[in-house]
C-alpha cells in the first residue's frame, strides 16, 4: 500500500472542501480585519427628543495610521509572504495515511509577515485617537432607540473596514411629564373651590407655550382631561401622541377660624353635595346592620 498516493488522492478529492470550511483553503492574504463596532450611549431630553436635535461627541477611537497608511509596515515596505507556510496561512505535516493541516504559528494563519513593522503603530496599521462626531437625533426617540453611523466604528486592522458607531439614547426624566411611548401624562394640582365651581387651569406645552385646560364644575381628584395631538413626536411619522391631564384636588391647609366655620356651615346644610361618599357611608352602614343580624 503507497500511503503517500493514497494521501495525494485524499489532498485531491477533500482539499478544496475541507479549504472551504476554513473560509478560503486557510489563506488570508494580507490580513486585513474589519474593525471592532463601538457603542456610545447618549442623554438628551424630553424636548430634544421631541423636537429632535443634533449633538456632537467625542470619543476614543482606533483610527487609521497616517504614517502607514494601515499597511502596518514603515514606508517602503510592506507584508512579506510568511516564509512558514509559503502564503498559505497553514502548515501541512503527515500524520500516518493522512495529511494534517494546521494553522502556521509564525503568522497566525495571515500568509504574510511583516518584517519592518512601522514605529507609529507597532505594525497594527491603526492608532487611538479622539474623534468628534456630528450626531442627528430624529424627533420622536424614546429610551433605548438606537442610531448606526456606518463605518464610524474603530479602523480596520491592516487596512481593512472600518467597524460601525452605534448610539444609544437615554431619555433624561421630566420635571412636569411622565412619557408612555408617544403619550405625555402631567398632573396639575387645582383647588377645592376651581374643582367644585369650575374654571382653567394652564399647563405647559412640550413644545413650548401654554396649554389652557378647562375644569368643569364638580371635577373629583383623579379626573383626566385628554388633549389630543398634544404628546410626544413619533419617530418617522408626521403625528403626535395624546396629553393626558390628571386633576389633584388640594385639601385647604391653614385655614383661618372664620374658614373653618364656614366650611362646617358649609358641610351642614345637605347631603346632596358629596354623592360618593354618602353612598359609601351608606352601604358601610347596611353592612354592619347584615353582621348585627
Partial sequence: FDAGAFSDIFEEMF??????????GGRRGDAAQRGNDMR??????????FKGTK??????????????????????SGAENCDSCNGRGTVRTQSGFFTVERTCPRCNGNGKIIKNPCKSCGGQGRKRKEKKLEVTIPAGVDDGTRIRLAGEGEAGLRGGPSGDLYV??????????????????ARVPVSMVTAALGGSVEVPE??????????????????????GGKGMSILRAGHRG????????????????KQKDLLKEFDGQGKDNSPESSGFFGRV??????LKD
Fill in 168 to 185: 444609544d439614547i437615554a431619555v433624561k426624566p421630566h420635571r412636569f411629564f411622565k412619557r408612555e411611548d408617544a403619550h405625555l401624562h
Fill in 242 to 257: 395624546d396629553m393626558y391631564v390628571e386633576i389633584a384636588v388640594e385639601t385647604p391647609v391653614n385655614l383661618s377660624k
Fill in 15 to 24: 482539499g478544496d472542501f475541507m479549504g472551504g470550511m476554513r473560509g478560503g
Fill in 285 to 290: 352602614k347596611e353592612f354592619f346592620g347584615d
Fill in 206 to 227: 412640550i413644545g413650548g407655550g401654554r396649554l389652557k385646560v378647562n375644569i368643569p364644575a364638580g371635577t373629583q381628584s383623579g379626573a383626566q382631561m385628554r388633549l
Fill in 55 to 76: 449633538a456632537n461627541i467625542n470619543i476614543p477611537v482606533m483610527h487609521t495610521c497616517e504614517n502607514c497608511k494601515g499597511t502596518g509596515a514603515e514606508a517602503g
Fill in 40 to 49: 456610545y450611549t447618549m442623554e438628551v431630553t424630553l424636548e430634544q427628543a
